[in-house]
């Protein structure tokens, strides 16, 4: 990608009108960039039309045009969420115009260096626990990215002295070529998003683009306990700082005494002299806090919290600042988020569990008997992976959206005897409050339901927020 001042009287076609989409169409137009915003919904479903129109900004929806893009094109910044397939996007390439996302802009507009964080699972918790550490710490961090701000608007703010902090997807790494974050951090890697990608090959290149243009003046934090986090590593040019849950690391952030396996069995109780420990490249070792003190349970965000340390003292954080809020964290809305006990029963709210992975260690998290609620948008997957703790974990299933058929066939094989198919009723909300009043027949005093749908919402809901909100304003309503 050019210079962006080189763009000034060129014609930039931005595609989608989200708001990384409205971010880019206004810092091209502040340039002097011809701009061309384009969303192939009706315009009475575009509100952001109106404000990018009365900027000048020349605005197309209903469609895709034929000449939208054409060889006059210097340039198309795409939504993250649109596919390679999109019409605008196949003219483009073949054209041989340059097609990215808004995070590639951003990469060239920030004065202060970045933090990438990217993974199948947990990238929300550990980025916004990441700023919390940074901020703590006094370095100025700014939160922007997959997490909720456009990140091409968070990085014409942040300061020089202070850090831009990005959630990443796969969806905007793929439309990267230049991105170079000071530190890049990569969670795990799981089966997931391969309606977009295609294959798991191209989902996990798209994931690697983080890493691709680091030099040895940069930092990899990765996941030692993943077996493709570890193949990726090899390939790395940044300095490595691993992470851990299981293995005594020389030099990196793990737990110590190691857990013996990734995955808790169904009986494993927290040992609370289990520490998290910091070994630096020289062997100076320190202890930071233990297991049983981080402010929210569960070893998938033990993980996420040695991913945050190792970024923080990547970043030069004092390890000291790091311990109050490492205890002080309540995690984020919708993963894992207690909702409150009504007739005895606790509810949880872990909507942004989209993928078998995220509900599995999720279930895992929590004491049984539990009672799930899953199900969702259907990409493909025959969720086999989930009947060991369907087996083991589970008192009761309700299963609806698109994959309440294949999650109900798991929880049969598993031997689970409490299965519930919930049908569509009239509307979403109807139905996923028939699925909670299932669930809630189910109960008894003591028990746990928990909404962690394994699925993607867009089946039923336009995001998982609104899920999860429609949960927790359900139960309660009950």
């Known amino acids: 990608m050019m210079q962006l001042t080189s763009y000034r009287g060129r014609r930039v076609v931005v595609l989608g009108l989200a708001k990384s989409g409205v971010a880019a169409a ?9 701009v061309i915003a384009n969303d192939k919904k009706a ?8 404000q990018l129109t009365a900027l000048g900004i020349s605005v197309v929806c209903g469609g895709h045009p034929e000449n939208l893009v054409t060889e006059e094109t210097a340039l198309l910044v795409k939504n993250p969420g649109i596919p390679y397939s999109a019409p605008p996007v196949v003219t483009a390439q073949r054209l041989g115009v340059e097609v990215v996302t808004e995070v590639e802009v951003a990469g060239q507009l920030s004065a202060a260096p970045i933090v990438g964080i990217t993974g199948s699972n947990g990238k929300t918790t550990t980025t916004t626990w990441t700023g919390v550490l940074l901020e703590e710490a006094g370095l100025k961090p700014v939160v922007a990215g997959n997490i909720g701000r456009p990140l091409s608007e968070a990085a014409q703010e942040v300061s020089a002295d202070g850090w831009l902090l990005a959630e990443l997807s796969s969806f905007q790494l793929k439309g990267t070529e230049e991105f170079r974050p ?6 795990n890697i799981s089966e997931t998003h391969l309606d977009y990608h295609g294959t798991m090959e191209d989902y996990v290149a798209s994931k690697a683009k983080l890493f691709a243009n680091q030099t040895s003046s940069d930092f990899a934090v990765y996941n030692e306990d993943d077996a493709m986090c570890r193949e990726l590593a090899s390939g790395f ?17 793990a737990v110590e005494p190691p857990y013996p396996d990734v995955r808790p069995g169904p009986d494993e109780e927290v040992e609370a002299e289990r520490w998290i420990v910091y070994r630096d490249e020289n062997g100076g070792e320190r202890r930071i806090i233990r297991i049983d003190e981080l402010g929210i349970p569960g070893r998938h965000n033990a993980a996420n919290a040695l991913a945050a340390i190792a970024v923080a003292l990547a970043a030069g954080a004092a390890p000291e600042k790091l ?3 490492l205890r002080d964290f309540r995690g984020v809305e919708h993963r894992l988020e207690y909702v409150g006990t009504f007739g005895g029963v606790k509810y949880y709210n872990d909507s942004k569990a989209t993928n078998p992975m995220a509900t599995t260690m999720s279930i895992l998290s929590l004491p049984a008997p539990l009672i799930l609620i899953a199900g969702g948008l ?5 969720y086999m992976e989930l009947l060991p703790v369907f087996r083991d974990r589970l008192k009761g299933l309700v299963a609806l959206g698109e994959t309440r058929e294949k ?3 798991v929880a049969s094989a598993s031997g689970l005897a409490a299965v519930k198919v919930v049908e569509p009723e009239n509307d979403a909300e109807s139905t996923l409050r028939r699925a909670i009043e299932e669930a809630a027949d189910m109960a008894a005093p003591g028990d746990i339901i928990l909404l962690s749908p394994a699925c993607a919402s867009w089946d039923m809901f336009p995001s998982y927020e609104v899920r999860g909100r429609i949960f927790k304003q359900s139960a309660h309503t009950l």
């Open 43 to 50: 315009r009475e479903q575009c509100p952001e039309a109106d």
């Open 323 to 325: 311990v109050e809020p």
């Open 26 to 34: 206004k810092l091209f137009h502040s340039i002097g960039a011809d």
């Open 237 to 253: 040019k940044a300095r490595k700082l691993p992470f851990s849950l299981t293995r005594k690391l020389p030099q990196g952030v």
């Open 182 to 187: 000071k530190i890049a951090c990569l969670l």
């Open 407 to 409: 999650i109900g066939k």
């Open 378 to 382: 259907d990409r493909g997957s025959d």
